[in-house]
């Protein structure tokens, strides 16, 4: 199975490179960003071992649709898409913080309420809810972003403010901009016949000191949806929901004793459960996009980002 795991491209104008858990990130004469999206897979902030075919060509595409359809609400980095797997964008400083919003108590949210706990990043959660039950108002409940290996933690806004980690007149617009996002990607789920439960949006300061959108938005890996056909009934009747997002992932982990936690081993992936995996992110492309899947060329993915990247740059 050929999968894209590590990048080290030398481009026309290399400054630097930055490795994330998925994508990597080349400077390019301090005014633009290469971004590759590989194949690795992560979860709970950890890299597996083994690459997803197709899963970098598949949040790429999933990101730059998702921006193009939401740039007229609010400004992003993109310039263009020269590779499946690539998108490149204005040279932004990224806030050191990611502002998650969630539109229903799921994921991390619903295994803290079931801890007990009901306040969640400074933000007070209503009692008497079930897990994947819809909130009042959706809430944004931020993280402080983690350099590749270490632990996203939740942060207040006032411990943000507090601290120092954004100023408060750009914390209101990070505010703004996460709302308008969030309403415009529930539309756009609505459509598909999906909800879109919760997401993280991630956003920097380009040059000239403007807030604009960055990294991935409204992929499985970003955000977690809902089908929306039978979700009330199966809240009715206490059942999981039929859900597209890397949440099957997390569950296959924890199901083989693996939760992030220190002495605790990744479990082996089959390359019949990686297969799988793969076919279940084509499964969330089309069902996100409401457009067929087109595989890229995996003869040489190498070799092929690296002709497709020259070739713009070149031009």
């Given at each position: 199975?050929?999968?894209?795991?590590?990048?080290?491209?030398?481009?026309?104008?290399?400054?630097?490179?930055?490795?994330?858990?998925?994508?990597?990130?080349?400077?390019?004469?301090?005014?633009?960003?290469?971004?590759?999206?590989?194949?690795?897979?992560?979860?709970?902030?950890?890299?597996?071992?083994?690459?997803?075919?197709?899963?970098?060509?598949?949040?790429?595409?999933?990101?730059?649709?998702?921006?193009?359809?939401?740039?007229?609400?609010?400004?992003?980095?993109?310039?263009?898409?020269?590779?499946?797997?690539?998108?490149?964008?204005?040279?932004?400083?990224?806030?050191?913080?990611?502002?998650v919003?969630?539109?229903?108590?799921?994921?991390?949210?619903?295994?803290?309420?079931?801890?007990?706990?009901r306040?969640?990043?400074?933000?007070?959660?209503?009692?008497g809810?079930?897990e994947?039950?819809?909130?009042?108002?959706?809430?944004?409940?931020?993280?402080?972003?983690?350099?590749?290996?270490?632990?996203?933690?939740?942060?207040?806004?006032?411990?943000?403010?507090?601290?120092?980690?954004?100023?408060?007149?750009?914390?209101?617009?990070?505010?703004?901009?996460?709302?308008?996002?969030?309403?415009?990607?529930?539309?756009?789920?609505?459509?598909?016949?999906?909800?879109?439960?919760?997401?993280?949006?991630?956003?920097?300061?380009?040059?000239?000191?403007?807030?604009?959108?960055i990294?991935?938005?409204?992929?499985?890996?970003?955000?977690?949806?809902?089908?929306?056909?039978?979700?009330?009934?199966?809240?009715?009747?206490g059942?999981?929901?039929?859900?597209?997002?890397?949440?099957?992932?997390?569950?296959?982990?924890?199901?083989?004793?693996?939760?992030?936690?220190?002495?605790?081993?990744?479990p082996?992936?089959?390359?019949?459960?990686?297969?799988?995996?793969?076919?279940?992110?084509?499964?969330?492309?089309?069902?996100?996009?409401?457009?067929?899947?087109?595989k890229?060329?995996?003869?040489?993915?190498?070799?092929?980002?690296?002709?497709?990247?020259?070739?713009y740059?070149?031009?």
């Open positions: 199975m050929n999968t894209i795991i590590d990048t080290n491209f030398n481009f026309p104008g290399q400054k630097n490179l930055y490795k994330g858990k998925v994508r990597e990130v080349y400077n390019i004469n301090n005014e633009q960003l290469v971004m590759v999206a590989t194949d690795r897979l992560s979860a709970f902030d950890v890299v597996m071992p083994k690459g997803i075919p197709y899963k970098g060509q598949i949040l790429n595409q999933i990101a730059t649709k998702m921006m193009k359809a939401t740039e007229d609400v609010v400004p992003n980095w993109l310039i263009a898409t020269p590779d499946p797997n690539v998108a490149v964008g204005h040279l932004c400083t990224p806030f050191k913080v990611e502002m919003i969630r539109g229903y108590m799921s994921g991390h949210a619903a295994r803290e309420y079931k801890a007990g706990k306040m969640l990043c400074g933000v007070t959660l209503p009692e809810m079930k994947n039950d819809k909130f009042p108002n959706p809430i944004i409940t931020p993280a402080t972003k983690a350099e590749m290996g270490d632990h996203d933690e939740d942060i207040s806004r006032e411990d943000i403010l507090k601290k120092g980690i954004v100023s408060e007149a750009d914390y209101i617009v990070l505010e703004d901009y996460t709302r308008k996002l969030f309403q415009r990607g529930s539309e756009i789920a609505t459509s598909r016949g999906l909800i879109l439960v919760d997401t993280k949006y991630e956003f920097g300061k380009t040059q000239d000191g403007k807030i604009v959108l990294d991935e938005i409204h992929t499985p890996d970003s955000s977690r949806y809902f089908y929306a056909d039978g979700y009330q009934e199966r809240q009715d009747r059942e999981a929901q039929k859900q597209l997002s890397k949440e099957f992932v997390r569950q296959w982990l924890i199901a083989n004793n693996f939760q992030g936690l220190e002495g605790q081993t990744v082996d992936m089959s390359d019949a459960y990686i297969q799988s995996v793969s076919e279940r992110y084509i499964e969330l492309y089309e069902n996100i996009t409401g457009e067929a899947f087109v890229g060329d995996l003869t040489d993915i190498q070799n092929r980002i690296k002709t497709h990247v020259e070739d740059l070149n031009r």
